[in-house]
């Protein structure tokens, strides 16, 4: 409110200074012109003294001398004035900036958050209390949580908004709703543009956000809160546990959350608009609303009528060839092409010739023509864009003018027309002893074609959101105002009117109206019922998958924290869409539906004729599927919960439930871990990469090359461990690359984990027995995985049944007690750790014999000077 109320006194007192400036300067300007009309006999001057008016009157000079004096007096005044109107005009410039960036960026965004609170504050089961509660013990958290909710609301709209105006036809949305455009002078627009439009655009936004709040956000929450349906989403019921102070932690996940959201709108705005086209698809096929909100494009043309340009040839046909012929070939064009020239307007010709094409008679079997396309999209029967129509002058020679009101488009909406000249055999009338002679008539028609609309284009296209790539014309976005057309809107077909046109007599255009209001009011409730739905399972899914995940995870409920589970849920949905997108995108060539398509897919296998590719797929699957997910679970739960090693309350349901328990747990942790190594998560350059707003690190193959990044620094090693060593000869070094060349790594795509999921996959989707690779997916992948499970699970298992003869344990009665699980825990950190050194083996070495010489130079070569020892008896040079 200071701010504010600083900025409207900045305001204030510049305009007051520019209209006392403006009005000095007027009345100086003013009183110069009076002094100019009395000719040098204005007030004198008090240090001049003037005697004789004559002589005073002749001097030119001495008149210019003093005129130049008064406008140097009042620019002295004017002075002070321009400068403190100079700077509070800076001033003003900064508070309007200052203020609209104010307005747009944080008050905008917290009002809404607040009305997002407001509206949904009876599903959380709190009350405005609670909020200013909340508010009083963190005032920044409080400002910041509403913000970041505001701002979320208004990118999801505004992305949506552009989304839908892509989708739908150009006609609905492209000339209401501007398009994003890029603003290389933000400062500068904010500047030109003045309060009132800018106060108009705010409003209209404010307007805009409510209606959609009142709408997708106020009326569900009512809903859902008056049937009890709040209580069995998680997202209303969250679980928060503060980890560190809550005035750091909140505002640390909010800033987070805001960027994830950020990226993820940038990554995915495009598929939101592929979602609402294929909605808007589905839905108007069942509403026939296909042809009326959807661009399509001109598949081919129909024939629907021909009409003559002379009135006089409209009824040549039944006309007779006499000796008056001259009558018969008058030059009138026909009144219906008289009333299309007479008009400038191109919806007013397209009724036009809606009318006429209404009275003539179809033709019973229909003529189709594919025509051809320009170079700027439209699709067109003729390659000239106008015909030339002649004037009604009786005089030969001037019936062909160029006066552009002859000229006549060859595309009006859904019409094209078509020039064709018709020869007609006519016939003179029969003379006694004069024999009959046909007579050829050329008569020139007009064909009208109409267009056939094909299936819908889809959009929005790739790129349209690019600001730096031009306009729509290079976009292929929908146009704005003079933007010249892309391509794909040139080829677009012309919209079918919601209103039918056929539909004359008022109960007829009744009865069309109503059954188009029905039609929309569905359209729109189920819309809003799939907003609703998405939207409440986009907030919820992801909470019921992280809790289950940390379910498996054996996390309390004390320590759960929702945000982690959100993410969590949020990674597997990401990973099942992947994977659903992947398997999409390999059938897309397939024509049938998904039932079709399975049994096409099934009477694909064949079986192979060597056994060795069925017994590693199978080995693969069982290893990958239950072996090593059992390990890894059984680890886990003995780590975090003790192992079990009382059988004397036995019960069958418990431990298979237990089982399958642990078999979830290392289903999650194994596939997780694999899905982390495949995006090179665990390496430095996936961070770098981010921090840095590069693409995806996995498409350097270089760093992922088996044969390249790891055989590299393997040789490199080699190298250095054969100049420290000095003693390790060339056929070792050759046996220990080669050697090294097995050795993969297991980060990214070509890693091992890479290169078996490939095999998978390609096996999997199209049955290619080729390439199941058993090195790939066996020796390089999943048998040192079961390998390093085995190990961290068998062992630390059996070493801890055995402890209490072992003496490791206190006594019996404390098997199941924490005694043990600490025990198990120690064993399976010194097998981890054990595992870890063994495979680290070849690096400690050379670290070791670096060490060595590193000490041994130390002692012995330090401050010593080393001769060459020459025998006796033998010259050195």
Known sequence: ?????????????????????????????????????????????????????????????????????????NEARDTFGDAVLSFLECASAIAKVVMLLFIKMLFLPLLLGIWLDIATISLFEKTIHDRFM??????????????????????????????????????????????????PDLLGNLLQESGLTHAKRILLSLGIYAALLTIHIWIPSKLLASFNVGRLLPFFHPKLRNFIMPQIQVPLELFIFHLCMLGFLEKYKNNIGGMQHHWLVLVGNLLGLVDKILPREVEKFVLVGTLPVYAADE??????????????????????????????????????????????????????????????????LSSHRFMRFPTTSTDVSKQWSTSKSNLLPTCIGPYRLKQRISKRIFWNTPIPGIKPRPRIISIPLIEIWKEVPGKPIPRPPEGWDDL?????????????????????????????????EYATGPLLKTRVIAELVAKMAVLLLISWLA??????????????????????????????????????????IGAFFGIVNKLHSVSTNCENNIVDAARDWLNLLQPHHSREKLRTIVTFVILWTFICPLLLGCTYGNFFAGPRVSWKNWKWSYEMQNLLLQWGTG????????????????????????????????????????????????????????????????????????????NFGWQGKNGAIGLSFKAVCNFFTSWEWDKIDRKAMLDNCVFPIAKHLAMACL???????????????????????????????????????????????????????????????????IGEILLNHTPTGTQTR
Request: glycine residues 8%; proline residues 4%.
């Open 531 to 572: 907003i609703t739905v998405a939207l409440c399972a986009a907030m919820n899914v992801p909470l019921y998958i992280g809790h289950f995940a940390m379910y498996l995870l054996r996390v309390h409920d004390e320590y759960s924290h929702d945000p982690i589970s959100f993410a969590v849920g949020a990674g597997f």
């Open 134 to 183: 909340f508010a009083g013990d963190d005032l920044f958290g409080f400002i910041f949580l509403h913000w970041v909710a505001g701002i979320t609301f208004m990118l999801l709209v505004t992305v949506s908004v552009l989304q839908l105006r892509e989708v739908a036809h150009p006609d609905i949305l492209a000339g209401v709703i501007r398009p994003q455009e890029p603003q």
């Open 667 to 742: 289903m999650l942790l194994l596939n997780s871990w694999a899905a982390l190594c495949y995006f090179r998560v665990f390496t430095k350059e996936f961070w770098v990469a981010i921090a840095m707003g590069e693409g995806n690190v996995n498409d350097n193959n270089n760093q992922d090359n088996p044969v390249g990044a790891e055989i590299r620094r393997m040789a490199e090693v080699n190298n250095l461990r054969g100049n420290a060593a000095g003693h390790v000869n060339d056929a070792q070094r050759r046996n220990n690359e080669s050697d090294d060349k097995a």
């Open 1 to 73: 409110l200071g701010y504010s109320s600083f900025a409207c006194f900045i305001f204030f007192t510049t305009e007051v200074v520019a209209l006392l400036t403006r009005s000095r300067n007027s009345s100086n300007k003013q009183g110069i012109r009076e002094n100019d009309r009395r000719n040098g006999r204005a007030n004198e001057p008090d240090f001049i003294p003037i005697e004789d008016e004559h002589i005073f009157n002749r001097n030119d000079g001495i008149r210019r001398h003093l005129r130049q004096l008064d406008v140097n007096r």
């Open 315 to 380: 009824h040549r046909g039944d006309i007779s060839i006499n000796k008056d012929i001259g009558k018969i070939g008058s030059h009138d064009l026909d009144p219906f092409w008289d009333e299309i020239l007479s008009s400038t307007n191109s919806s007013k010709r397209e009724d036009t010739i809606r009318l006429k094409v209404r009275s003539l008679e179809m033709p019973a079997s229909p003529t189709f023509s594919e025509g051809s396309s320009l170079g700027d999209g439209r699709k067109v």
């Open 468 to 500: 730096g790539a031009g306009g729509a014309e290079s976009q292929g976005r929908w146009a704005w105002g003079d933007e010249r057309l892309s391509n794909v809107e040139s080829s677009v077909a012309v919209r079918t009117p919601f209103i039918d």
């Open 795 to 861: 062992i630390p298992s059996l070493l801890t049944l055995l402890s209490p003869s072992t003496g490791l344990t206190p006594s019996q009665d404390l098997m199941d007690g924490p005694s043990m699980r600490a025990t198990f825990r120690v064993l399976a950190v010194t097998s981890v750790f054990m595992q870890l050194l063994h495979s680290k083996r070849d690096g400690l070495g050379h670290w070791y014999e670096a060490a060595h010489k590193i000490a041994r130079d130390d002692q012995y070569l």
